[in-house]
């Protein structure tokens, strides 16, 4: 089992930053991908970003791309997503996820493990 434990969410107005922290433990030795997912009221979770946790390979949905920057602490099991010109459809719940596959990372059902989700709220 592997838990993961999101931080960093809150409220911020358009134009600004905000980073998004993942801990993960347990067995952690498994993951082979991690990523975020997102969740609007009303919609579907979306694919945000994701990285191979041992390449350092990254991922992202067209809409974030040079706004938003995914990172990894291997020491800490630690994930980032570093979170830059805000705007209000970046409102949403934040998901970790861990998977033990590093195949279709930016596929929803290719992930295990979730966290239990940071509220990120812009205000324009």
């Known amino acids: 089992q592997v838990q993961l434990v999101e931080s960093g969410g809150g409220l911020v107005q358009a134009g600004g930053s905000l980073r998004l922290s993942c801990a993960a433990s347990?067995?952690?030795?498994?993951?082979?991908?991690m990523g975020w997912f997102r969740q609007a009221p009303g919609k579907e979770r979306e694919f945000v970003a994701a990285i191979n946790w041992n390449s350092g390979t990254t991922a992202y949905a067209d809409s974030v791309k040079g706004r938003f920057t995914i990172s990894r602490d291997n020491a800490k099991n630690t994930m980032y997503l570093q979170m830059n010109s805000l705007n209000s459809e970046d409102t949403a719940v934040y998901y970790c996820?861990?998977?033990?596959?590093?195949?279709?990372?930016?596929?929803?059902?290719?992930?295990?493990?979730w966290g239990q989700g940071t509220q990120v709220t812009v205000s324009s």
């Open positions: 996820a861990a998977a033990t596959t590093a195949w279709n990372i930016r596929n929803l059902a290719a992930y295990t493990y």
């Open positions: 347990g067995r952690t030795v498994s993951n082979n991908a």
